[in-house]
């Protein structure tokens, strides 16, 4: 059984039963890296916070294990265990942390380590946590162009980019003329059995359940956009992630989007 659907057993059970919990998480390996790694270019959406230390750069992440940077020389040896608080946006969990190795890192700046850490999931709210970060992160890393025989005839213009992610996730998007900057776009993805969207036309962006719960961006449409009275907070979080996460060839297409839902996000958050 995949981790997905451990995942989606573990939802059902009672979380306050350590019991059904451990039984569930017993086959999370030892070293906690046999996982997918996200992999983090952008240290605004996550990053990690011990005891007395400033908030620290998270390299990479998966379900049984974090990475972060760390100055050299730290002051945790090898086995020692810790309490983190990971962030990721406007959102934060505690975790429980055993340091497994440290190794120098010169990739961005001299005198630092990499030292990455297992975590120690004693119930579900730390997976179930991660999850909503690390499976949006997957479908994005995903995404690629789509050929112009799978799309409508109005996308198959120049003008528009059609791609296609894991989940499934799919994304319809227009630029102004000469530039990257969005004049519309419809992006869905899937959770569980419901589809999402990112919407943005006529200058105004919307959030919203599909208005299709079974089809994507692609059946649907830009068209479908409806303007939502407020917007969805999980939706923008989830849509920041994918977006965040596709490989460097789209990434200047991306950051638009990027940009516009943290302050949409931002925003909301400000208002309550």
């Known amino acids: 059984m995949g981790i997905l659907a451990k995942l989606g057993l573990l939802k059902n059970k009672d979380r306050s039963s350590p ?6 998480l017993s086959t999370l390996k030892i070293d906690g890296r046999l996982h997918h790694r996200i992999k983090i270019t952008d240290p605004t959406l ?3 916070t ?3 230390t400033p908030t620290l750069r998270v390299n990479d992440i998966s379900y049984g294990g974090i990475a972060i ?3 050299a020389n730290p002051m945790i040896s090898t086995g020692a265990l810790v309490t983190g608080r990971l962030h990721t946006l406007n959102r934060f969990v505690d975790l429980n942390l055993t340091l497994m190795r440290s190794s120098p890192f010169r990739e961005i ?3 630092q380590v990499l030292a990455t850490f297992r975590v120690i999931h004693e119930d579900s709210a730390s997976l179930l946590f991660l999850r909503q970060f690390i499976e949006p992160s997957r479908s994005g890393e995903s995404l690629a162009y789509i050929a112009p025989t799978m799309r409508q005839v109005r996308y198959n213009h120049q003008d528009w980019h059609c791609l296609r992610g894991e989940g499934p996730v799919d994304l319809l998007l227009r630029c102004e003329p000469n530039s990257v900057t969005p004049a519309e776009f419809l992006l869905t993805f899937r959770i569980q059995d419901t589809y999402w969207d990112l919407g943005y036309r006529n200058g105004q962006l919307s959030t919203g359940q599909a208005a299709n719960s079974n089809r994507s961006a692609l059946d649907l449409g830009v068209d479908s956009v409806i303007n939502s009275a407020e917007l969805n907070p999980y939706v923008l979080r989830t849509a920041i992630f ?3 996460s596709c490989s460097t060839t789209y990434k200047e297409l991306m950051q638009p989007i990027i940009e516009l839902a943290k302050w949409a996000l931002n925003s909301s958050t400000k208002r309550n």
């Open 69 to 71: 940077l760390l100055p």
């Open 109 to 111: 700046e001299e005198n």
């Open 242 to 244: 994918i977006l965040s």
């Open 46 to 48: 996550v990053s990690l």
């Open 19 to 24: 019991e059904g919990v451990q039984t569930e």
């Open 50 to 52: 011990l005891a007395d």
